[in-house]
């Protein structure tokens, strides 16, 4: 089993949000970037922002300290620690797993309401999040 504290404390992340970072710079990488605008009034609406990567590694430094969230897709590909998650998930038909997308969050960050048209599984391996 890859992390025998699956729902308790124990758990390590298996890649680094400067490591994530990282990935999100390079060509192949799939990456992209959802920032909130807050709006000044409570009648308006909030503003979603998207960026598609890859990133400039500089630009990170001067990220704003809330309301945004990186996501970069298929990291299981790119990395053998985020792959070795898959083990714990031996139980499902490989055909019902497509990637591990890993996301970093700053607070407030989100990704807005959506719908996923597919099985999605979160696991957070850091931080806090309220739902």
Not at 91 to 116: E, K, Q, Y
Not at 122 to 130: D, E, M, N, V
Request: aromatic share 12%.
């Amino acid at each position: 089993n890859a992390f025998p504290d699956f729902a308790a404390p124990g758990f390590e992340p298996a890649i680094s949000p400067e490591d994530l970072a990282g990935l999100a710079c390079e060509e192949f990488a799939l990456s992209r970037i959802v920032a909130r605008e807050r709006s000044a009034s409570p009648h308006d609406h909030d503003r979603w922002l998207l960026r598609h990567g890859p990133f400039e590694e500089a630009m990170f430094p001067g990220m704003p300290d809330r309301d945004w969230t990186l996501l970069v897709q298929d990291v299981d590909k790119w990395d053998a620690d985020v792959a070795g998650v898959l083990d714990a998930f031996g139980f499902l038909p490989r055909w019902r797993i497509d990637d591990i997308m890993v996301s970093f969050a700053a607070p407030g960050g989100s990704v807005g309401a959506h719908v996923d048209h597919y099985d999605v599984f979160l696991l957070q391996a850091q931080g806090h999040r309220r739902w």
